[in-house]
């Protein structure tokens, strides 16, 4: 095997799919006639109802981002206990969306296979301060919700799910089961997600109480002009933002189509290489392209891999890594302690360049980085 030529230009882990301009722009038109730019607009009731749809279960409402969503959704549960499970492996915000709101957050480890909350380890840390569990479905596979809910009604626990990466599925994203949304799911609609809105993000609720009291947080609490009821933050999505995403959602399935052209290109060449599991990418999920490298079978350590992709300019990702246990100021936590199996999958994980644009020949000579790196970079 010859020494790979590095990429002429970084190629990073995701890059954003862009709507035709002339599309976009067609929509911005719209927006100049009407002169409405924010506040629940046109643009963003349209979008709020097809986002709605696509997700298959629930009430939706839109939101500037998915951090917002999520504190907000923390908030509306009016948590009278203090501490709430959450898990190590997953994106800052998930843990700093607890936190934000002076709660404690409580680590649990997670689930070898699945990389989310395990569900057998949740009722070793209850105490009677425990009031809510947030799960992350990462890279678009879901938490075992089923488990998670009869946990939660035995304890009488409150259930957030960070949703950020399932919204790149063909719909419905959701299957009709009563605990799949717990009681509030958040999506994240970031420029590095699949679907986006640039920046956005989306609740969704089977309460009807839940997303009215949701709503009143997204716009201050405001009820109408004379009444102002809670407490609130701004929330809105924009019609500008709002309008990138109903571009954005006609090109969704095609996007999907590609990554998962992509990822099968990748699947055959790795899967065959010891030491390489692929965690994501395929089976209808595409937001991300994962693999977990065993060190010993493997023959070098997950992050001399990176260290090779790097220096051929392919910026692949440690992702999650850093487990949001080992920062500050959550690392003088007690729970924060004993977390091995995120531990170990947070040193092994890498996440490959997957996106519409990277095209098939780039993905086979990223495939063939990591096999000329696996037999020694000599054969
Ligand atoms: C798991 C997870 N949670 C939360 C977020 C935050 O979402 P946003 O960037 O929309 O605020 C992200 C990343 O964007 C994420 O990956």
Redesign the pocket.
């Given at each position: 095997m010859k020494t790979p030529l590095p990429f002429e230009r970084p190629v990073y882990v995701s890059r954003p799919a862009l709507p035709p301009l002339t599309d976009y722009v067609r929509r911005l038109e719209t927006i100049w006639a009407t002169n409405i730019l924010t506040n629940m607009g046109p643009m963003h009731e349209m979008l709020e109802l097809s986002v709605g749809e696509r997700v298959g279960v629930g009430r939706t409402s839109l939101w500037n981002?998915?951090?917002t969503a999520?504190v907000a959704a923390v908030s509306a549960l009016r948590l009278e206990r203090r501490k709430v499970i959450v898990t190590p492996f997953?994106?800052p915000?998930?843990v700093h969306a607890i936190a934000l709101l002076g709660l404690e957050p409580v680590f649990v480890d997670i689930d070898d296979e699945s990389l989310t909350l395990d569900p057998t380890r949740i009722e070793e840390v209850l105490d009677p301060e425990v009031g809510a569990i947030v799960g992350?479905h990462v890279y678009g596979r879901f938490c075992d919700t089923k488990a998670i809910d009869v946990i939660a009604r035995k304890h009488d626990l409150r259930v957030i799910y960070?949703g950020?990466?399932i919204f790149g599925r063909r719909a419905p994203v959701m299957e009709k089961q009563p605990h799949v949304l717990g009681d509030i799911t958040m999506l994240?609609?970031?420029a590095?997600k699949l679907f986006h809105s640039v920046?956005g993000?989306a609740l969704i609720t089977a309460s009807e109480d839940l997303d009215h009291r949701l709503r009143l947080i997204r716009n201050f609490g405001i009820v109408n002009e004379h009444d102002v009821r809670g407490l609130g933050l701004n929330g809105k999505m924009s019609e500008v933002h709002a309008a990138m995403g109903l571009s954005m959602l006609d090109l969704m399935d095609a996007e999907i189509d590609q990554r998962l052209g992509i990822a099968s290109r990748y699947v055959e060449v790795l899967s065959s290489i010891p030491g390489i599991r692929i965690v994501a990418g395929g089976e209808g999920i595409v937001q991300y392209f994962v693999l977990r490298i065993d060190a010993e079978e493997f023959g070098s350590t997950r992050d001399d891999l990176h260290q090779t992709l790097r220096s051929l300019n392919v910026i692949s990702r440690k992702y999650f890594s850093p487990l949001c246990s080992d920062v500050e100021p959550y690392n003088a936590l007690p729970s924060a302690r004993n977390l091995p199996v995120a531990r170990k999958a947070a040193s092994e994980v890498i996440a490959l360049p997957l996106y519409g644009g990277l095209g098939l020949e780039d993905a086979d000579r990223i495939a063939d980085i990591v096999r000329w790196h696996q037999k020694g970079k000599n054969l």
């Open positions: 981002n998915g951090m999520l997953t994106f915000a998930t992350t960070d950020a990466h994240s609609f970031h590095t920046e993000g």
